[in-house]
């Protein structure tokens, strides 16, 4: 999977994208990823990549001469005739980015990120250029930088190969489904449970007993379908402190729902 990020702050990528999973990913040759300098494609002495918005209001907007230009340079198929590609504009005013959104994009073997800045991007740039736009959360960041970022570490994560359990991303927090693991005759079942939606279960490592803080009882004692469900529960009862609102988004079994009745009458 190749990503190209337009930007006017190229060197803005040389931390975030350097470390962790994205880092080893890259380079073992699982990902690629192309920084692009819109200011390279200005052609005035001032490198100038934004102007005043017709109709007046505050603050600057990004032209779209350089944006039209750096993808013409890309060799990107003109919108609507796109395979295997997918250029996306990073907006406060975008979809919400989630898991699904993500494993989504995924079907694209290149994505293209264009970062907004100042007071937003030309209008044209979204109707004629992108697929889509793409917020990361309902607040404003000063440009679409971060944005970027977060998107090419979390589709890095869903790459086959990127992480060394590859169960990993299908059993955490926000994963729709996860995969039922195969058991050998007399092989004791899992103890891990697939997110489903909801978010992650508590964790807990040694040492067992810190500063007087034990770890939960179930979780040593070696039954696993105990810690499987001491699991299931624990991650429902913080999905409904946390954020009730995925509860409506999922599917719950009959026994979720007989662990979230147990729940909501404790807190009562």
């Not at 944006?67 to 997918?86: D, V």
């Amino acid at each position: 999977m190749k990503f190209e990020i337009l930007t006017i702050f190229p060197d803005f990528f040389r931390g975030p994208l350097d470390y962790g999973i994205v880092r080893r990913a890259r380079d073992a040759g699982l990902i690629e990823i192309g920084i692009h300098d819109l200011r390279a494609f200005t052609h005035d002495r001032h490198r100038t990549v934004d102007d005043r918005p017709f109709g007046g209001g505050e603050g600057m907007v990004l032209k779209p001469e350089p944006i039209f230009e750096c993808l013409e340079s890309l060799k990107i198929a003109p919108q609507g005739a796109r395979t295997g590609e997918s250029v996306v504009l990073l907006s406060p005013q975008g979809q919400l980015f989630t898991q699904a959104v993500a494993q989504q994009m995924m079907t694209h073997e290149r994505i293209v990120l264009i970062c907004g800045r100042y007071e937003g991007v030309d209008e044209r740039v979204s109707e004629h250029l992108a697929d889509r736009e793409i917020s990361v959360g309902d607040f404003v960041l000063s440009g679409g930088e971060l944005g970027a970022a977060i998107i090419v570490d979390t589709m890095t994560r869903l790459v086959p190969g990127a992480l060394g359990n590859a169960a990993s991303s299908q059993l955490e927090s926000f994963t729709a489904a996860g995969v039922v693991e195969p058991r050998l005759p007399g092989e004791p079942p899992s103890s891990t449970c697939a997110s489903g939606g909801l978010l992650d279960y508590p964790h807990y490592t040694r040492p067992a007993e810190f500063r007087g803080m034990q770890v939960p009882e179930v979780l040593v004692n070696g039954n696993h379908d105990e810690i499987r469900r001491w699991r299931r529960r624990s991650a429902l009862r913080k999905t409904l402190r946390n954020r009730p609102d995925l509860l409506r988004g999922v599917q719950l079994s009959q026994e979720d729902r007989k662990l979230l009745a147990e729940i909501e009458k404790e807190s009562c």
